[in-house]
C-alpha cells in the first residue's frame, strides 16, 4: 500500500514552453502532497505543499507563478512549470502525505529544458 | 535552525561486511529522525523513523539506527551488506516531532556493495 506514482518519469521540453507532471497517491487519499527539487548530487529541497482544495504554499524563494501548482482532488496534484528555462531542469519528486503523518514519495520525473 | 548533515558522500563495502552511514543532526527541538532509501529511477522508501520512543530504531532489511542525543547523531548501521542494498541513502530530520510536513533532507550517501 501507500503508492505514489509521477508521470511523467522524464520529460525533455524546449526553453520557453511549460511542462506538466503529475503526482497520484493510487492507493489513498491524500489532502496533502508535497513538491521537492533535487539537484544532481545535492539534498531535495521541499518547494511547496500543495492542499486539496485551496492555493499551494510555497517556500522561500520559489516562484509560485512559474511552479503552478493545483490540487484538484485527494489522489491527484500536479506542477507546471511555465515557460521553462535550462535552469529550471532538474529532478522533481512528489510525496503525499498518509497515516501517522508518514510521506510516500514518487519516484520522480526528470525535466531537462533544451 | 534545524540542519542534518551525512558525513560520507560515498561509501563502499563488500558484500557479507558491515555497513555504517553516519549522519548528525542539528535541532533546537526535540526531533523526528528518519531514514529513507532511494534505488535509481525509483521513489524514496522509508526504511526507519525515530519518534522519540526507544533509541535503538529497528527498520526494514536488516537495517537499524541509534539515535544518540549526546552526540547529536543518527547513524545507520547493518551487520551484513548485501547487492542489493546497493543505492542512495538519505538521512532526514522532522524538527516537529509527529509533524513531518517540514522535512530537512542531507545530502545523501551512496552506497556501493562489492561481490
Known amino acids: 500500500g501507500a503508492v505514489v506514482s509521477q508521470h511523467p518519469s522524464w520529460v525533455i521540453c524546449k526553453s520557453g514552453t511549460s511542462v506538466k507532471i503529475e503526482c497520484r497517491s493510487l492507493?489513498?487519499?491524500?489532502?496533502?502532497m508535497f513538491w521537492y527539487r533535487q539537484f544532481p548530487k545535492q539534498s531535495l529541497m521541499l518547494m511547496a505543499t500543495?492542499?486539496?482544495?485551496?492555493?499551494?504554499?510555497?517556500e522561500q524563494g520559489v516562484e509560485k507563478d512559474k511552479f503552478l501548482i493545483n490540487h484538484a482532488s485527494l489522489t491527484l496534484s500536479t506542477l507546471t512549470v511555465t515557460s521553462a528555462h535550462p535552469e529550471d531542469s532538474s529532478f522533481y519528486i512528489c510525496?503525499?502525505?498518509?497515516?501517522?503523518?508518514?510521506?510516500?514519495f514518487g519516484p520522480g520525473t526528470r525535466l531537462t529544458v533544451t | 535552525a534545524q540542519s542534518v548533515t551525512q558525513l560520507d558522500s560515498h561509501v563502499s563495502v563488500s558484500e557479507g561486511t558491515p555497513v555504517l552511514l553516519r549522519c548528525n543532526y542539528s535541532?533546537?527541538?526535540?526531533?523526528?529522525l528518519f531514514w529513507y532509501v532511494q534505488h535509481p529511477n525509483k521513489g524514496l522508501q522509508l526504511l526507519l523513523k525515530?519518534?522519540?520512543?526507544?533509541?535503538l530504531v529497528k527498520g526494514i532489511n536488516g537495517f537499524e539506527a541509534e539515535f544518540k542525543k549526546s552526540e547529536t547523531s543518527f547513524h545507520l548501521t547493518k551487520p551484513s551488506a548485501h547487492m542489493s542494498d546497493a543505492a542512495e541513502y538519505f538521512c532526514?530530520?522532522?524538527?516537529?516531532?509527529?509533524?513531518?510536513?517540514?522535512?530537512?533532507f542531507g545530502t545523501g550517501t551512496r552506497l556501493q556493495v562489492f561481490p
Open positions: 492507493d489513498f487519499q491524500a489532502t496533502t
Open positions: 535541532s533546537s527541538y526535540s526531533p523526528s
Open positions: 532526514v530530520v522532522s524538527p516537529i516531532s509527529y509533524n513531518t510536513d517540514k522535512l530537512i
Open positions: 510525496s503525499a502525505r498518509g497515516s501517522a503523518y508518514e510521506q510516500y
Open positions: 525515530y519518534t522519540s520512543a526507544a533509541t
Open positions: 500543495s492542499n486539496e482544495g485551496s492555493k499551494a504554499t510555497y
